[in-house]
């Protein structure tokens, strides 16, 4: 059955603070992995990883993906209150393109 | 700004009565994607289309639930009869997929539904 992992489900840091949030996968015909931030409502797109090894990056937050492994971080430097929200990861497959989520990692940053 | 419509935003009903929720996918995006949204449970996915035709919906409970496209502008999901457990926030989605296409998903506000 195919799963997304991601860790940890929850964190609290300082502002300032670097963090690095972790995702796992294990599925069959795999196309993508998609990373979103939600805070109060819709999940908002961040970055989209096809190749290993090839760093995405925007502003402090960058994302990298080992297709060996089957995994994938998420990295947020000198974070921010405004960095609070959900952090979910996401895996399309080559079948049907269909996108299954992970659980989501609740990231606090307080001041 | 192009955007994922959905509606109603909030919707509070009574166990065994219906529910419809509507979504307009962005415009030229030829795949939607119907999710629910629980603490418990995270964003399962329910079912989806591509270019009005549904490509799997086997994450959808089939006595009660049912997800149609009448279409390309509108796609909708229907609870009949709605029970307490179907509580939740429903997210669609949309994107453009398929051979040589690999767009991100986007997201709709959800309708925050809530069955007593």
């Not at chain 1, 402090?60 to 080992?66: E, G, H, K, P, T």
């Not at chain 2, 509070?12 to 419809?20: D, K, N, R, Y």
């Not at chain 2, 709605?82 to 986007?106: K, M, Q, W």
């Amino acid at each position: 059955e195919d799963k997304v992992v991601q860790s940890p489900l929850s964190l609290v840091v300082h502002e300032g603070d670097t963090v690095t949030l972790n995702c796992s996968y294990e599925v069959t015909n795999f196309r993508s992995l998609l990373w979103y931030k939600q805070e109060k409502k819709a999940p908002t797109f961040l970055f989209m990883l096809t190749s290993s090894g090839i760093e995405k990056k925007s502003g402090r937050l960058s994302s990298i993906l080992d297709k060996k492994e089957l995994f994938s971080i998420l990295n947020i430097t000198a974070t921010q209150t405004g960095d609070s929200a959900v952090y979910l990861c996401a895996v399309q497959k080559t079948s049907y393109d269909k996108v299954i989520f992970g659980p989501g990692t609740s990231l606090s940053v307080i001041p | 700004d192009a955007r994922v419509t959905q509606t109603p935003r909030h919707k509070v009903t009574e166990m065994g009565q219906e529910v419809t929720m509507r979504c307009q996918p962005i415009l030229g995006h030829n795949t939607v994607f119907w999710y629910r949204q629980t603490m418990m449970q995270g964003l399962e996915l329910l079912a989806y289309f591509r270019n009005r035709a549904p490509l799997d919906d086997s994450g959808m409970p089939k006595d009660r639930f049912s997800a149609e496209m009448p279409d390309a502008t509108l796609a909708t999901l229907k609870i009949q009869p709605s029970e307490p457990r179907d509580s939740a926030v429903y997210f669609c989605a949309s994107g453009i997929t398929g051979a040589g296409y690999n767009s991100p998903l986007h997201f709709g506000n959800g309708t925050r539904l809530t069955v007593t």
